[in-house]
């Protein structure tokens, strides 16, 4: 049929993306990424600040070693009749290591993230200013001193490879 609107979002955070289309008058299908074996993902959420907390606009690229220098933006929104998480997804070839994201941020900041020393695909990256207002904290709340946190949400694991909802009207 004449398709709606697609979704694209890591449905069960094994950090491949997953798509959900949408026909006119017809189902809702879900894909499920099931990745490539010697291929990697690496995904990243941000926290801005108040009025923008997702990051919005954000602009990230991804420096590797002997693979290329990847770029993307954090949007809000999607396709028509849907909207994407303000995420970033990096694919990672084989034979590719991961050494760096550097993140201009809306209001024009910049931060640097350091992937050589972190184990696992999922980042969670506060923004400059919102880690020292965490890290001035108050006496009743102790200070995160960690700019960079690892992002494992909980959530049953899907073990659907795609799903045919039908709605009808």
Request: glycine residues 10%.
């Amino acid at each position: 049929g004449d398709g709606k609107s697609l979704g694209v979002v890591d449905l069960n955070r094994d950090g491949w993306v997953d798509l959900i289309a949408a026909c006119n008058s017809g189902p809702i299908i879900t894909f499920i990424n099931r990745g490539n074996a010697p291929n990697h993902t690496i995904s990243l959420r941000l926290q801005g600040l108040p009025g923008n907390p997702t990051g919005i606009g954000a602009r990230l690229k991804l420096f590797s070693k002997n693979g290329p220098t990847q770029t993307t933006e954090i949007q809000a929104g999607g396709s028509y009749l849907s909207q994407n998480p303000a995420m970033a997804f990096f694919g990672v070839p084989q034979g590719s290591t991961p050494d760096r994201v550097d993140i201009r941020w809306p209001d024009g900041q910049h931060s640097s993230v350091q992937l050589s020393a972190i184990k696992g695909n999922r980042l969670l990256v506060r923004h400059p200013k919102e880690r020292l207002r965490n890290q001035i904290g108050s006496v009743n709340k102790p200070a995160k001193p960690a700019s960079i946190l690892f992002w494992r949400p909980i959530l049953r694991r899907i073990r659907i490879v795609m799903v045919r909802i039908s709605l009808q009207t």
